[in-house]
């Protein structure tokens, strides 16, 4: 990591004051190429350490068969699968979203503090094309595919500060539309679209503030509306949509950039936030992903307690008892990578940042049937803060992100795990005697636009 020159006084001498301009100019540009954000809460990117100068400082910075041609790199590994190069991003990007259509098209948006473009992945020809751009440029927001097919993007950070702005994608007209605001400017909070097709977003920071605020959109109006707080105030923490319709929050980070074990669940029927068990190990920037049988298991992230260096323990939660119990670590401790339910049960952990502050080809999987993480090929490009999504076909679609080198990637790649036994399915949960949400009406949305964040010169850290 570079380190930054000082610039010492030298009165009122011209020169002096040219090189001091120039030297500010460079470093607004360089923070630009890199998406970094605002405030103690900064993404950490490839190779950038934590910030150590400011204590408790929060860096940071979530297939399918086709011909491919002659040059197609693929990296094999019998045990556990294939990553096989596919088409690139028209715009390299990082923080962005990617959310899978019901025509099995992928969209990519946002991305950087700067990126309002977008663009549609078509797994039939392993290529992407441009479609219209947000109307409100934004990364580390948050994008949710509505019942109407139509996708909700919601705060995030744009030209460097954190915006409130929500808009609609229209898959059939490939435009967008602006709705209603969030009440509460935010970035790298959470949205959950509930059993009543109602989207909540809970928690999130607004420059070195941390949230514990959460509302509700209603595709019915195109509008936002408070409900219940969370109990602790949170950010860069995850929200996991249960069986019996409770939404689970866990972990992230405090105001103080203090790492959290505490979850807690939500109840749509009465709007309010309880405490349920605590993580055996505080986290954020981790990874959690529902299981089959109801469980959530919870991988990776980063904790206060250790300078915010990648850790490798994993757990999971029973919805039924409401505890976590430790289970095998990942070969590789990581943050910021993606975790993804495989169509035979298995998770896959892709990328990240490794113990180096680097960024890493590491994949991984994880069987619920023995608790444990194998090794599987390496991705061709080393990357994190990329996006991770199940194909209709079973693939995985790895898209941009970070490189070792700190850059900006616009490389994608396929995941085809092997021909692997289906893991013998784990006791299911007994899913707890909570109310469900009631199902309210769904009408038609009338889209609109969405946020953005704050720069300085330094790439994404986080805790």
Known sequence: MKKKSTLRSAGFNPRALMILFLCCAGVLIAFFAVGASTGPFQRQGAGQRPNKARPGALTTM?????????LTVAAFNPAGGTWTVTGSLNTPRAGHTA????????????????????????????????????NTPRSDH?????PNDMVLVAGGLSIFIETASAELYDPASGTWTATGNLNTARRFHTATLLSNGMVLVAGGQSDNPVTSSAELYDPANGSWTATGNLNTERTQHTATLLLNGMVLVAGGFDSNATSLASAELYDPATGSWTPTGKLNNERGTHTATLLPNGMVLVAGGRDSNSSFSPIATAELYDPASGTWTAIGNLSTARYFHTATLLPNGMVLAAGGVDSLFIASANAELFDPASGSWTATSNLNTARESHTGTLLPNGMVLAAGGFGSNGNVSSSAELFAAASLPTPTPTPSATPTPTPTATATPRPTVTPRP???????PSPRPRP
């Not at 979530?62 to 002659?70: K, N, Q, Y």
Request: aromatic fraction near 4%.
């Open 62 to 70: 979530r297939a399918i068969s086709h011909e491919l041609d002659p």
């Open 99 to 134: 959310t899978l259509l019901p025509n099995g098209v992928v969209l990519a948006a946002g991305g950087g503090a700067t990126l309002a473009s977008a663009e549609l992945y078509d797994p039939a020809g392993g290529s992407w094309a441009a479609t219209g751009s947000l």
């Open 142 to 146: 948050t994008a949710t595919l509505l």
């Open 450 to 456: 969405l946020p953005t964040p704050r720069p300085r």
